[in-house]
């Protein structure tokens, strides 16, 4: 199975502040890379698929990035709304495998 | 709009089959590309990708639950059916419904979730 390991596993942050959660694949995946925020009680959401590509309706201040075993996700102004725990997940090999999350709290 | 509901028991005992349902609107698993499938989180952990079903009846299965379970479609009343044996209290989770659409490799629609405790 292909292990995504994210840095860091939590972070507080404050409003407005820019956020950047990493994630590395065990062996290159290209760019097949999503990523996914996830509240308290609530079904994962997807905000950003094949590495970089943004899902309808998600705010632009989301963005992704890398390919091959490195990736990131960027938050370039956190709002209240964007505290939650973020997934990346690999769509590359079966099983398709997700970290184990980064927590982002508020400062 | 898409919308995913899972249905089914809420407490299984070890040993028992799970049985789950998937209940969906606004897509049709006859459409070229379409998947549906399952993922679960146990309290607390990270998600873990189970089961998947393609419009055309292909299947896919995580391999190391793939002895256990059992994913089938019922097209013409826009369900999917989920079975899982031999449950153990490893497997209390939420269980969520998921779509997937071959162009964006990613699932895109979540159902609610359904907590499924495995006890005696």
């Known amino acids: 199975d292909i292990q995504m390991t994210q840095s860091p596993s939590s972070l507080s942050a404050s409003v407005g502040d820019r956020v950047t959660i990493t994630c590395r694949a065990s062996q290159s995946i290209s760019t097949f890379l999503n990523w996914y925020q996830q509240k308290p009680g609530k079904a994962p959401k997807l905000l950003m698929y094949?590495?970089?590509t943004l899902e309808s309706g998600v705010p632009s201040r989301f963005s992704g990035s890398g390919s091959g075993t490195d990736f990131t996700l960027s938050i370039s102004s956190l709002q209240p709304e964007d505290f939650a725990t973020y997934y990346c997940?690999?769509?590359?090999?079966?099983?398709?495998?997700f970290g184990q999350g980064t927590k982002v709290e508020i400062k | 709009q898409i919308t995913l509901k899972e249905s089914g028991p809420t407490l299984v005992k070890p040993t028992q089959t799970l049985t789950l349902t998937c209940t969906f609107s606004?897509?049709?698993?006859?459409?070229?590309?379409?998947?549906v499938g399952w993922i679960r989180q146990p309290p607390g952990k990270a998600l873990e990708w189970l089961a998947l079903?393609?419009?055309?009846?292909?299947?896919r299965y995580s391999p190391s639950l793939k002895n256990r379970l059992t994913i089938t479609k019922d097209t013409s009343k826009n369900r999917m059916v989920l079975t899982m044996t031999n449950m153990d209290p490893v497997d209390t989770a939420t269980y969520y419904c998921?779509?997937?659409?071959?162009?964006?490799?990613?699932?895109?629609?979540w159902g609610q979730g359904t907590l499924v405790t495995v006890s005696s």
């Open positions: 079903i393609y419009w055309d009846d292909d299947k």
């Open positions: 997940q690999q769509s590359d090999t079966i099983p398709w495998t």
């Open positions: 606004g897509l049709s698993l006859s459409t070229t590309g379409v998947g």
């Open positions: 998921v779509h997937r659409l071959g162009g964006k490799l990613a699932f895109d629609y």
């Open positions: 094949t590495a970089s």
